[in-house]
Structures are given as C-alpha cells and as structure tokens.
C-alpha cells in the first residue's frame, strides 16, 4: 500500500477513481487552481504505483507513469483506496487499461489486424491486500465502465498472479499463442453473440 504526505480524500471521493491524461479523478469538480493542486498529487500517486507494480512484477522500468498517461489519449488508469482503514487512508492498488491496434493470431494461426482492441496493461496490489477481493472489486468496476467482457480483453505481458486471477474469477483458461508479448484467450475472435457466455456477472 502506498501512504502520501498529503490529504487523499480530495482524490478519493470514492473508493475507487478513474484517472484519464489530464490526470484529475473523474470526480473532480473545482476551479483550476484545485485542478493544478489535484492533477500533481494523482501525478505522485500514478508515479509511485506504477513503480510499486514494477518491482511486483520484475520490470527494468514501470510500464505506468503520470507521463505516459499525460501522452496518451486511449489509456485510463484507475486507482483504488482504503479510507480510514486500520492502517489509515492508503491508495492500495492500480489498474491501467487502454486500446490498441494489434496484429494476432487466431486459434488458426491465421494473423488478423484487430483495431482499438481493449487491452488490460498494468494491475497491481499491494501485497497486503492481495486476497481479500479489492482486485476483484478493481477489475469488475473497470469492466463495467469500460463496457469491456474479459475474454475480448488482450493482456500485455501478464505475470503468473495475473493470469492465475483471470482464470480463477472469469475463467479465462485456454490461451491462444502470440508472436508478442500479448495473451488472448479462447474466445476473444468468438461474435458477440458467442463471447457472451464468457461475461462474468458479479453475485
């Protein structure tokens, strides 16, 4: 978990807030001074996650930072907080997905140009918190805002824990193989009407 020396809950409204390039909550609501004040301190909190994921994760360098977010129209993060929780108020976890316009191999080996395809880049939890449902809780509200289904979803060099999430929460199992570092499952070229059964509802 990650702890600031400034107040969260400017950021935080709610538990978890979505982060587009000009790096204020989707939430905020102020004049520009505030927004200037708000968009440094989200800056910091990005900055210290994506370094926090990277470690987790064994990468030379964070595939998420403030910068990265600033440049790119076609990526959201989003970022989730324990408000006065036993530890105090925590930013625990970070989610950053986007679209890109990918080159992939079907199930029949067959290469297919697939536009703006929803792609899942960078998730992390702090280690303390892993197992208690925030991922999950992350992941779902992200699926719902992004009107995304999780098996139509390519995933960016996944680590061992990510795939072992996916496959224990939206049963997402059988992985067709890539050229890059990207993973599809079974069903991502399925129609509409086929990928459906894949969509997870939360009880």
Known sequence: MATFKFDIRSIFTQPIVKISSNLLPHTFRGDRRMALDVSSKVSEIINHLGELSAVAQKLS???TSS?????????TVYLIADIGGYDGD???GLLKVGTKNLYLF??????KKV???PCILDFYVHESRQRTGLGKKLFDIMLAEENWIPVKCSVDRPSEKLLQFLKKHYGLEIIIPQANKFVLYQGFFDDDTTANRYIYIPK
């Open 67 to 75: 910068q990265k977010l600033r440049m790119s129209e076609s990526q």
């Open 90 to 92: 925590v930013v625990v």
């Open 61 to 63: 360098k964070p595939v």
């Open 115 to 117: 536009d703006n395809s």
């Open 106 to 111: 079907d199930s029949l080996a067959q290469t």
